[in-house]
């Protein structure tokens, strides 16, 4: 049902390097969000976007950036990879309308070595 | 600031029976909005269903029904008719509609185990 995409689904790297998880929708939505799903599973806001050139930052301090610069695309990057950084990213989006529900990706396990 | 809470980390239910998953939730907003999402072991989220807090009727999808008690600030789902499908874990979600960024903040999450 929901047109929005995560690459990759699964990605193992090893400490220090610069990433970069793409998230993708095609149903025009204006907000978009990173949750971060730690082992206990509790799902953690930690950035969102009303639209173009709009990023904040979410309840949860992280040390990852997100970029907006078209309405499709809502890229996550970590600049130096940690093992603390090891967990499940979801990335989801919505209409400008309140009630609207979200329409989350299949998300992104990374792993950090 | 807005929480929610689900106090059961994990339940089990036979297939075919009736389960009810708890969730409360504190805000200072008068309208906000209410959501269950399932999580299956493929990680994708899912919604099950949402509840406007203006609207007195509890809401319901087939088999998913919920208990919305305002006053209570108590959002407990009902599956019926338990199905192996209906394994996953489950998030309550609440969103008021005039909060900053209308996020959702969710609950713990509760693991659901449907028993053969």
């Known amino acids: 049902e929901a047109d929005i995409y995560q690459t990759p689904r699964y990605l193992v790297i090893g400490t220090g390097k610069k990433i970069t998880l793409e998230c993708s929708q095609t149903m025009g939505h204006d907000k978009m969000y990173w949750y971060q799903q730690d082992p206990g599973m509790e799902l953690h806001l930690i950035h969102y976007s009303y639209g173009v050139n709009s990023t904040e930052k979410g309840d949860l301090s992280s040390e990852s950036t997100v970029s907006r610069i078209r309405t499709e695309h809502f890229p996550l990057t970590l600049e130096s990879a940690r093992p603390s950084h090891t967990s499940q990213y979801l990335c989801?989006?919505?209409?400008?309308?309140?009630?609207?529900?979200?329409?989350f990706g299949s998300g992104t396990q990374l792993s950090v070595l | 600031a807005q929480t929610v809470t689900q106090s059961q980390p994990e339940m089990s239910v036979q297939e075919a029976e009736t389960v009810t998953l708890s969730c409360t939730y504190d805000t200072s907003e008068n309208n906000y909005y209410l959501f269950w999402y399932k999580q299956p072991p493929s990680r994708q989220m899912i919604l099950v269903i949402r509840q406007e807090a203006y609207k007195q009727q509890n809401a319901t999808e087939n088999r998913f029904s919920v208990n919305f008690q305002k006053a209570a600030k108590s959002f407990s789902l009902k599956i019926s008719d338990s199905q192996l499908g209906d394994t996953a874990m489950y998030f309550c979600?609440?969103?008021?509609?005039?909060?900053?960024?209308?996020?959702?903040?969710f609950g713990g999450g509760t693991r659901l185990m449907v028993k053969p």
């Open positions: 989801a989006s919505r209409p400008g309308a309140t009630n609207e529900k979200l329409f």
């Open positions: 979600a609440l969103r008021g509609a005039y909060n900053a960024g209308n996020m959702l903040t």
